[in-house]
Nanobody, 120 residues
């Protein structure tokens, strides 16, 4: 059973930084695109950033210049470095992995979510 294990959330003051990690385990599939999404109560889950297997990145306008997504393919891990955090960044952050089998069929997996709270 594929697992996505997230870590790194917590409470931080405005202007502070956090680094999220997400490791994919128990997978025999190829890892294609990985990404981070976030969700606040009463709102739909929204894209934060994605990174392809060739490290092409994409960011939501609201985080450009503040957040950086990266990945370590040897460790099957994706990271999200978040700087200059603001209260509006408060949300549950979810890791997503687009895994491909031998026929290149897509299998989508999500992490359990990690809470990020930005508050003084």
């Amino acid at each position: 059973q594929v697992q996505l294990v997230e870590s790194g959330g917590g409470l931080v003051q405005p202007g502070g930084s956090l680094r999220l990690s997400c490791a994919v385990s128990r997978s025999s599939f190829s890892i294609n695109t990985m990404g981070w999404y976030r969700q606040t109560p009463g709102k739909q889950r929204e894209l934060v950033a994605t990174i392809t297997s060739r490290s092409i990145t994409n960011y939501a306008d609201s985080v450009k210049g503040r957040f950086t997504i990266s990945r370590d393919n040897a460790k099957n891990t994706v990271y999200l470095q978040m700087n200059s955090l603001a209260p509006e960044d408060t949300a549950v952050y979810y890791c997503n992995a687009d895994l491909r089998d031998s026929r290149w069929s897509r299998h989508d997996y999500w992490g359990q979510g990690t809470q990020v709270t930005v508050s003084s």
